[in-house]
């Protein structure tokens, strides 16, 4: 039994060292961190149900990796701590309890809360106000001397503003690379046929460990700053807030995201919030952080092992996990277009189960390297839809099965074809083919394009399998019987689906070039299309050459427009639809320069009760107005709906008129 579990302690240590030298030192992780973390937590309870196990060189009893043996080594003055995490609320209402029960109080705590930022944390040593060493946590005792990589960092002051800065001040903070920053890093490594880094944190570290700084120099790095180390002379601030606020004025940067609260609901209040905002954040975060705030009461709570009682890290859900690749299917989109679906053992990532995740195309199959039968590690970040990111080699079984791109389409039959170039595989069978067919429809449906209420996909989907639609024109035929006997229909709804159906019967012609679904047609192309033309009659007649004529139609979608148009099953539909009632203005098209509002330039901001944004932004487009996102001395008039912000404010500012939506309703009518 106790052998048994010694091995068990031994085999968890050597798998924990061996991927922290990948991910610490080598820059290469080959599991997700969640994966890690799990490990590193095994071992955490293993050890202290038999702390008679316990060694020294338990990767539990150090913070990070050794540093590489080409820099030199710094000893921290103070060590670099580590944190605790919680998972969970029930255990940050534990964390809560043991500072309540430590500091023996029944008051709410207050906290300061701050995101918990995925990069590389670092001191900074100032000497009289000038920069004279920096280093990286290393194990918390020894870090790497990094000084002359940190320096070329443009938000790393070489001198302190002020006067009134300690002697000596150390700073703690993390160095990451926003998102931006290591998207083009990586194009341009692909493009140079380099090698891409996994995530902008193994970017940042990467970075970091050059021994040439103007390797660094290159790279876009940024810096947050959220503690302090060894300080001469007296306390900065009596608060941890205090102290970063102290430290801001002399040009440390701080995240303008911290804030400090009072009690652990209101903390998890912030975690709550800080979740919401995680994908529009320019930098990668794992969690957020919240410290006691008050010094003298973190000097009380004081340290177990290596990390503080004062301090615990909040983590998010993982947005990676590792399951098995079960098998592929192919999905049949709108315009015929196969995407391999990855099928796969149910896993908890992002915060919801997940059990398919797309494999894009074939292209993206063979780089990942993904077979059949292999683990591999699933992401879902935020509202984007869960992808396989690539597999793990290691754990291949002998029998991993190739993805072969199947020769006829899984719904219809139809030859499946591959253009030269292109990613893509398309099924042949256009709107033969239901599921083409189903997509076809909905999109003719949707608020951008027929905007017609009520009829959601599902319903769709019921109604072409159901055979009681062939095609969009078809649904100007349905009854309120059909309707009606549909499973969960009720017959209000079936009468609000009808009444629909009428009202966008009356549309505009740019609307109804979108609904049509032509290949890259979205609604500006859509919108010039109709401007230029003013007749759909002109449109379809247009060859590829007169179609480049118009305002952002280059030679592929003015290929994809003429063909659209010399294939009889759509000039059947166009004529079903007119024949079902769809009608539209026409008109000549007028030159720019007479159109009522050419010249001038909206900005639309808040909710309009009467029209979408959407549709105001097309209308006034249509009458030669340029409809901008932004509210400069150029603005010619600002529309401001329900609930206007930052915008409205700007444009008052400015002296720019504003518009009522009744105002826009007069100026358009
Ligand atoms: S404070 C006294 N604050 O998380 C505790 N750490 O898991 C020292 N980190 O090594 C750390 N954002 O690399 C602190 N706002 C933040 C942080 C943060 C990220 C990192 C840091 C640290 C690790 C601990």
Redesign the pocket.
């Known amino acids: 039994m106790k052998d048994n579990l010694e091995k068990q302690v031994t085999i968890l240590r050597q798998q924990i060292h061996a991927h922290n030298h990948r991910y610490y030192v080598l820059d290469e992780p080959t599991i997700p961190d969640s994966e890690y973390d799990r490990l590193m937590r095994e071992l955490q309870s293993l050890e202290a149900a038999h702390p008679e196990l316990v060694t020294q060189d338990s990767p539990t009893q150090r913070v990070g990796a050794e540093p590489l043996k080409s820099f030199n080594q710094v000893q921290h003055s103070l060590p670099?701590?580590?944190?605790g995490n919680a998972f969970s609320s029930q255990e940050l209402h534990a964390f809560d309890k043991r500072v309540h029960d430590r500091l023996d109080t029944s008051l709410d705590i207050s906290y300061t809360c701050?995101?918990?930022?995925d990069g590389?944390?670092v001191s900074i040593r100032y000497e009289k106000g000038y920069l004279v060493q920096a280093a990286t946590?290393g194990d918390g005792q020894t870090g790497e001397d990094i000084t002359h990589n940190i320096r070329t960092i443009d938000m790393v002051p070489l001198q302190l503003i002020g006067r009134d800065f300690p002697d000596v001040l150390e700073v703690r903070g993390?160095v990451f690379m926003p998102k931006a920053g290591f998207t083009a890093l990586n194009k341009k490594a692909e493009q140079l046929g380099e090698k891409t880094f996994a995530n902008p944190r193994n970017a940042a570290a990467g970075s970091l460990r050059q021994l040439d700084p103007r390797v660094t120099a290159q790279r876009p790095l940024a810096i947050y700053f959220?503690?302090i180390g060894d300080v001469s002379g007296e306390p900065l601030a009596p608060s941890h807030h205090g102290v970063l606020q102290k430290i801001q004025t002399w040009g440390l940067r701080i995240n303008p995201e911290i804030k400090t609260v009072k009690g652990i609901k209101a903390c998890e209040a912030y975690y709550a919030d800080i979740l919401q905002a995680r994908e529009k954040l320019d930098y990668e975060i794992d969690g957020v952080?919240y410290k006691v705030d008050d010094l003298a009461s973190q000097e009380t709570l004081g340290f177990v092992s290596r990390a503080?009682r004062f301090?615990i890290?909040h983590k998010f859900p993982a947005q990676e996990e590792l399951t098995l690749l079960e098998s592929v299917d192919f999905q049949v989109g709108r315009t015929g277009t196969l995407t391999p679906v990855a099928r796969l053992q149910p896993v908890f990532v992002g915060g919801v189960t997940v059990s398919n995740a797309t494999l894009h195309n074939m292209d993206e199959i063979i780089r990942k390297d993904v077979l059949i039968g292999d683990t591999v590690i699933v992401r879902r970040a935020g509202d984007v839809i869960p992808e396989v990111v690539s597999s793990i080699l290691d754990k291949r079984p002998k029998d991993a099965k190739k993805i072969t791109l199947p020769k006829a389409c899984p719904v219809c039959g139809s030859d499946v074809l591959r253009a030269k170039g292109e990613a893509a595989a398309r099924c042949s069978g256009g709107l033969y083919c239901p599921a083409q067919r189903k997509e076809a429809i909905k999109h003719f449906a949707a608020r951008k394009a027929m905007d017609i209420d009520g009829l959601g996909d599902k319903l769709i989907e019921i109604l072409v399998d159901e055979n009681k639609i062939q095609s969009a024109a078809d649904l100007f035929s349905l009854t309120q019987e059909q309707l009606e006997n549909l499973e969960r229909m009720g017959e209000k709804s079936a009468k609000n689906i009808l009444a629909s159906l009428e009202k966008c019967k009356q549309t505009t012609l740019s609307r109804f070039i979108y609904a049509l679904g032509i290949r890259e047609v979205g609604e500006a192309t859509a919108l010039n299309l109709a401007q230029h033309y003013g007749f759909i009659k002109d449109i379809m007649a247009a060859s590829v050459d007169e179609l480049q004529q118009v305002s952002d139609v280059g030679p592929i979608v003015a290929q994809h427009i003429h063909s659209f148009f010399r294939q009889s099953h759509n000039l059947e539909i166009i004529e079903a639809l007119k024949k079902q009632g769809l009608t539209w203005h026409e008109a000549a098209p007028r030159a720019q320069g007479d159109l009522p509002l050419a010249g001038k330039t909206f900005v639309l901001t808040g909710t309009l009760q009467g029209l979408s944004r959407q549709e105001a932004k097309a209308q006034l487009q249509a009458l030669g107005a340029k409809v901008s996102g932004s509210v400069s001395k150029k603005t010619d008039y600002v529309v401001a709906g329900e609930a206007a912000g930052s915008k409205l404010e700007k444009a008052q500012e400015l002296g720019v008129e504003v518009l009522t939506e009744d105002g826009l309703q007069k100026l358009l009518s």
Do not use: I, N, Q, T
Not at 80 to 83: D, G, P, T
Not at 114 to 117: H, I, R
């Open positions: 670099m701590l580590s944190l701050e995101p918990k930022l590389l944390a946590r993390e959220y503690g952080v503080p301090a890290a």
